[in-house]
T-cell receptor
Framework: DSGVTQTPKHLITATGQRVTLRCSPR?????VYWYQQSLDQGLQFLIQ???????AKGNILERFSAQQFPDLHSELNLSSLELGDSALYFC????????????????FGPGTRLLVL | QKEVEQDPGPLSVPEGAIVSLNCTYS??????FMWYRQYSRKGPELLMY????GNKEDGRFTAQVDKSSKYISLFIRDSQPSDSATYLC??????????FGTGTRLTIIP
């Protein structure tokens, strides 16, 4: 168990809908990362937050947004969902030492499996 | 062309065999190389972490990086059924994002 929790585990929704995925990082970790994993693209970095502030952005669509709250949990919002958004969404956390960036070990949660019908 | 290429497998080997998993990458700036293991219905977990060229050993696992040919390998000795998982290579440089391979699904047959 990595100590990172994600809810829900599974989500089935329809095209055009909006969903919110939730992540609680390991106790004490300040950085949260979101990833999308699909069979053809593999694990793709979406966005990183550090102590409430956006730190880095990857291949995140404009229809997607995220935030990190004062209690350090994070939410990933996916809107105007398309069939191609069906994937596993992982949250990871790391200690987030200043300037640590990606050299730190990231601990992954169990993921949320999203199916868009 | 993807920045990191990895044969998706699946790869099946008998228990006790030596397993070789490989990735190639295109960006010569990549400096740090990792291997993650992902069990079914779980998130990836860091297995090995190496910097630049050379070998690193941890128990039955050896990570090898050849920067001249942009080739990274993970060797598993005395493979066990519990090693059955998907293995993902990952790399980055500086403060850039982690770039992952698509993963190789490995099954160890008892």
């Amino acid at each position: 168990d990595s100590g990172v929790t994600q809810t829900p585990k599974h989500l089935i929704t329809a095209t055009g809908q909006r969903v919110t995925l939730r992540c609680s990082p390991r106790s004490g970790d300040l950085s949260v990362y979101w990833y999308q994993q699909s069979l053809d693209q593999g694990l793709q970095f979406l966005i990183q937050y550090y102590n409430g502030e956006e730190r880095a952005k990857g291949n995140i669509l404009e229809r997607f947004s995220a935030q990190q709250f004062p209690d350090l949990h994070s939410e990933l919002n996916l809107s105007s969902l398309e069939l191609g958004d069906s994937a596993l969404y992982f949250c990871a956390s790391s200690v987030g030492l200043a300037g640590g960036g990606y050299q730190e070990t990231q601990y992954f949660g169990p993921g949320t499996r999203l199916l868009v019908l | 062309q993807k920045e990191v290429e990895q044969d998706p497998g699946p790869l099946s080997v008998p228990e006790g065999a030596i397993v070789s998993l490989n990735c190639t990458y295109s960006n010569s700036a990549f400096q740090y190389f990792m291997w993650y293991r992902q069990y079914s219905r779980k998130g990836p977990e860091l297995l090995m972490y190496t910097y630049s060229s050379g070998n690193k050993e941890d128990g039955r696992f050896t990570a090898q990086v050849d920067k001249s040919s942009k080739y990274i390998s993970l060797f598993i000795r005395d493979s066990q059924p519990s090693d059955s998982a998907t293995y993902l290579c990952a790399t980055y440089f500086g403060n850039e994002k982690l770039t992952f391979g698509t993963g190789t699904r490995l099954t160890i047959i008892p």
